[in-house]
């Protein structure tokens, strides 16, 4: 399968502090990624989709002054959380779908912990 | 409104006891179901995409089918590698480009 990497795969960060979560396909352009964030032992809730050059589409519930996603190419985008606080500490997965109706495929995770 | 259930949500089995995950929906224009496993702490691993009744696939032990309204995912005499969580999604006409995921099968392979 294709393969997306996401950077860091962990990291603590200080509360009122910025954070920037990396996700790039690295054998395929990718048109469409998918920011979610998963809580223990529950699914994958999607927070945001975004498209090459456009904007980022949020979820409902989603803040997104506080979640900056930024899709400036084909092979990246970038999820900011911005003045983290602790309830933003969770498990942040990318996931990247080079054509509509086929599968995505999705990086290795963050774990955010907010102290 | 879109909707997919796993069950069971979890199950235990002894290595080379086969069974089946099964993934519901009720999606209006199914545009494809994938089957993804996940590893604890880690971010899920594509296995298979169905995107009509009467598909399958297979991919050693693991065997995807597909009907109008469930998909099953088979494992034949699994073994404790195979232990993980197992998450269906959707993808259908109405929730446009994005994803809709089950709440995933835990299964555990036990020696």
């Known amino acids: 399968g294709a393969v997306v990497s996401q950077h860091p795969s962990w990291v603590i960060c200080k509360s009122g502090t910025s954070v920037k979560i990396e996700c790039r396909s690295l054998d395929f352009q990718a048109t469409t990624m998918f920011w979610y964030r998963q809580f223990p032992k529950q699914s994958l809730m999607l927070m945001a989709t975004s498209n090459e050059g456009s904007k980022a589409t949020y979820e409902q519930g989603v803040e997104k002054d506080k979640f900056l996603i930024n899709h400036a190419s084909l092979t990246l985008s970038t999820l900011t959380v911005t003045s983290a606080h602790p309830e933003d500490s969770s498990f942040y997965i990318c996931s990247a779908r080079a054509r509509l109706n086929t599968e995505a495929f999705f990086g290795q995770g963050t774990r955010l912990t907010v102290v | 409104e879109d909707q997919v259930t796993q069950s069971p949500e979890a199950l235990r089995l002894q290595e080379g006891e086969s069974s089946s995950l099964n993934c519901s929906y009720t999606v209006s224009g199914l545009r494809g179901l994938f089957w993804y496993r996940q590893d604890p702490g880690k971010g899920p691993e594509f296995l298979f995409t169905?995107?009509?009744a009467g598909e399958e696939k297979e991919k050693e032990r693991l065997k995807a089918t597909l009907t109008k309204k469930e998909s099953f995912l088979h494992i034949t005499a699994p073994k404790p590698e195979d232990s993980a969580t197992y998450l269906c999604?959707?993808?259908?006409?109405?929730?446009?480009?994005?994803?809709?995921f089950g709440p995933g099968t835990r299964l555990s392979v036990l020696p």
């Open positions: 169905l995107y009509s």
């Open positions: 999604a959707v993808r259908s006409d109405n929730y446009g480009q994005n994803f809709v």
